[in-house]
């Protein structure tokens, strides 16, 4: 029972975040449409309500329910689990990530009712959050020692960094443009 359990939650993981992922681009193609000629911005903005919603409301929220009751049922089976230092990071992490999906939640519904005022580059910035969520509980969950995730999770913030640096400099050249 236990493994099928894992490898639901695992799927739903996955679908989680692919939806986290995709929904963050909608974001910046939503905002980067509000800058196009009238015509222009009223086809893409309605195209990209309608994408967002049907992502977040049959995709993303369901896969994030799904991941987590399937996460917390494997912790009943295996109780253990609470016992390891690594697993209450672990915790610690899937919280922000929960603060993370509830801050998309409120961009979806800035969205739906056209008042989204971020701009195109904040969201680029913002979808480095997920992966550095993402990126910190895989090491947990694979090397679960206290030393070596922490040298992983470090490593997962200087590579944020470098994508922030990145992100800013294709900014740049595509301002030159």
């Known amino acids: 029972m236990y493994l099928y359990l894992k490898a639901l939650h695992i799927i739903f993981v996955v679908c989680w975040f692919a939806g986290l992922f995709y929904i ?16 222009e911005k009223k086809i893409l903005s309605n195209q990209y309500q309608i994408m967002t919603h049907r992502l ?21 089976e295996n109780q253990a689990l609470l016992q390891m230092p690594w697993m209450h990071v672990k915790l610690f992490f899937i919280v922000l990530l929960w603060l993370y ?9 800035q969205i739906q009712n056209k008042n989204l005022t971020k701009t195109s580059s904040f969201f680029r910035i913002w979808n480095e959050g997920a992966t550095m969520i993402l990126f910190s509980v895989v090491f947990l969950v694979i090397l679960k020692s206290a030393i ?3 040298f992983g999770v470090v ?23």
């Open 56 to 76: 977040w409301y049959i995709i993303t929220y369901p896969a994030a329910v799904l991941a987590t009751v399937f996460g917390i049922w494997m912790l009943v």
């Open 101 to 109: 999906h509830f801050k998309c939640q409120q961009f979806v519904k």
């Open 155 to 177: 490593g997962i913030f200087v590579l944020a960094l470098l994508l922030t640096l990145g992100i800013k400099f294709y900014k740049k050249i595509r301002e030159k443009k």
């Open 24 to 39: 963050v681009r909608l974001f910046v193609y939503y905002a980067e449409a509000q800058l196009k000629s009238d015509v």
């Open 148 to 150: 070596n995730w922490i």
